[in-house]
């Protein structure tokens, strides 16, 4: 067993399988949601890039290779400059819907390296160009195009051209789970010296909670070479750093001079390093302040060509006589190697070396994904960040009846950039792909969504910020069943315990559906947008008029699926506890019936072969929706294999289903496809043979 194995097993027994320290800091907190107090919902607009360098946030922080505590209490991040940006460096930019033609996109290049389930040790590559950077460019430009036109991305400027960059990579390596090594390398990879100014920065998250803390969290300068992090809830830690001739202090508040004209309390804004290192503006009041809730020492260097580089520091809860051991790189060097033992461990031994490398630098990308959610919907809706009144139309607007929503914890995202916000279908693949690494932290993020801070008393799930109430495609239970199995091949053993928990809060949801996506009850389901992005020429989320009615084929066939899944899962269980027998067989025969509406009321069409949508409006005709795309596809994906050993542990829905195959057929009623391997293995599938040959036929022209 390996070392990352070994903490991996710790965590296991752990309430919650999550480690103190990670890679939990946004890559972009500006324009979401949370941060939006407008008036009319534009979450862009209201709290632009622009602005997020001198205005606080309320909901959580972002930076460049951050990391933060599981409660983001405390974080760190990297800021820098080349000498020319009118900003200091210390978050990802990028375009909004109003500024890019293809709607959100980050403007950048930067790529997650390495990282382990424990975060023990983790990599990350900032490509930082050496001339201005073109942040009007990306954006007039791009308001130029087109939508038929390609977007204009960062190369496309020049501004890498004749390799004018520097390659800022940023290591971390943990001596415990509360003691953290901190590597920054600066490569300039141009033909000739640049300047460039670095900023390891330390912050505390102005939360609103702080405010009730008998003592205020403070970064205190103790000496040189280490200040001290005191916060009453988390505890004390110290950054230590390597000799430099110049430090900064400042608190991370919002600079109102610059939001609302109104005077500031003081110089020592969110914003001030910015004015310091850029203008010289009140440096020597920053320098020697000495405490504040933002902290940064300030390298600043001409890096010959080709030249690389390094800075150390080390975070650590301890107070420590000598942080850098006199060989600061020794536990990057052993962590590097745990990495690449456990990576060894989990890959197939025949796999190639380009193989490995390719899926360890994308479960890197996913394990970097890890961020920290704040957000109270009843509190934003009745609360304003101190710069827009409190509007009236909010509290009857965006995700006015999710008042229940109170999230506050690391969640998988889809991409902290361009959705730094959970989405809930997102997250159910992400948990698979999870489980090659760290099975048990893919059960806790899907039992995670599941809970009553999440999902609606009536069972919905949140679908994501933007609209909680929109409808994704019900796939949970299928990654809850691919996770179970995901572990059970790796460990031998199968968590039958996390099967029922999830299956008990899964009923709920899969309630939910029948009661609110079925409106004639016929087993025809609605739903909306249903997620495989961008397959429908028109917005099907949009309410339609009282009388009308999209029958969705896709929708139908989620159902399907989800019955399926179900039935698995009740099946697996019932091998432990045949209390779940009958639930199987509940499922199994939803099953029958969703086919059943599927094949039978009219969303096929025998002309074209295809499944679609149906449009039903009183005193007309039903009109297909002859759009060919992945909706009339998605009937594919329910399919489910029972074998025959099963079949013989389970007597009564054996019985029953083989009853109710013989009610149907002597009845002249619908029944769906079988298909029987050596009698063995029995495949059930949600069409027909001859209808499935049709699709696939569509698929291959």
Sequence with gaps: MTAELQRLKVNATS?????????????????TVREDYSANGDAWNYLPFSQSHYRAYKWGEDGIAGICDYFQ???????????????????????????????????????????????????????????????????????????????????????????????????????????????????????????????????????????RLAQQPLIEWMNDGVVKASHQRQGTYYLYFQKTDDYLFTDNVTNMQKVSGTPNDSIFTKDAFHDAVIKGSNKDALRSRKKGTKFAPVYQATIAAGATKVY????????????????????????????????????????????????????????????????????????????????????????????HL????????????????????????????????DPVFAKHQLQLLMREWYMKPDGQLPAYEWNFSDVNPPVHAFAALQVYNIEKQKTGKGDIDFLKKIFH??????TWWINRKDTNGNNIFEGGF???????????????????????????????????????????????????????????????????ALNELGLWCPEDKFFYDVLTRPGAEPLLMRIQSVVGLSSLFAVSIIDKKTMQLLPDFTRRTNWFEKYRKRNGKYWPNEEKAE?????VSLIAKERLLALIERIDQ
């Design 312 to 403: 150390h520091l080390r975070l650590s809860n301890q107070l420590q006589t000598d942080p850098f051991e006199g060989n600061a790189e020794r536990i990057f060097q052993k962590r590097q190697r745990e990495a690449d033992e456990f990576y060894n461990s989990i890959f197939p031994a025949n796999a190639s070396a380009d193989w490995k490398n390719i899926q360890r630098q994308a479960l890197a990308g996913l394990l970097w994904s890890k961020q920290f959610y704040h957000f109270d919907v009843e509190r934003w809706l009745n609360s304003n960040d101190g710069i827009s009144p409190t509007h009236a139309s909010r509290k009857t607007g965006r995700n006015n009846d999710w008042k």
């Design 530 to 596: 249903l997620g495989l992005d961008n397959i429908g020429v028109f917005n099907r989320s949009i309410q339609l008029s009282h009388d009308a009615r999209l029958d969705q084929a896709d929708g139908t066939s989620w159902m399907g699926m989800y019955a399926l899944n179900m039935m698995d899962i009740a099946l697996e269980i019932a091998k432990a506890d045949s209390s779940f027998e009958d639930s199987a067989t509940k499922f199994f025969e939803h099953f029958v019936l969703i086919a059943e």
């Design 505 to 510: 809060k899964l009923i709920i949801n899969f």
């Design 406 to 437: 109170k999230n506050q914890d690391i969640i998988l995202m889809p991409d902290k950039w361009e959705y730094p916000w959970y989405a809930a279908w997102d997250l159910a693949f992400h948990c698979i792909s999870m489980a090659i690494v």
């Design 15 to 31: 309430r919650v399988p999550l480690e103190q320290w990670g890679p939990y800091v946004s890559d972009r907190q500006w324009g």
């Design 73 to 211: 209490n405390l974080c760190f991040g990297v800021a820098m400059w080349n000498g020319k940006d009118e900003v200091l460096k210390e978050r990802l930019f990028g375009l909004g819907n109003s500024e890019g033609n293809h709607g959100e996109d980050v403007k950048e290049l930067y790529y997650y390296l390495d990282n382990t389930p424990t975060h023990v040790y983790m990599q990350m590559l900032y490509k930082y160009p050496q001339q201005a950077f073109p942040y009007k460019q990306l954006v007039e430009e791009n308001k130029r195009r087109g939508k038929l036109e390609t977007e204009y991305e960062l190369l496309d400027t020049g501004v890498f051209d004749n390799d004018e960059y520097f390659d800022v990579c940023i290591t971390y390596a943990k001596y415990s789970k509360t003691d953290i090594g901190i590597k920054i390398a600066v490569t300039n990879r141009a033909a000739k010296a640049a300047p460039f100014t670095l900023l390891p920065t330390l912050w505390f998250y102005n939360r609103e909670s702080n405010k």
């Design 679 to 683: 009698d063995e293995k029995i495949l």
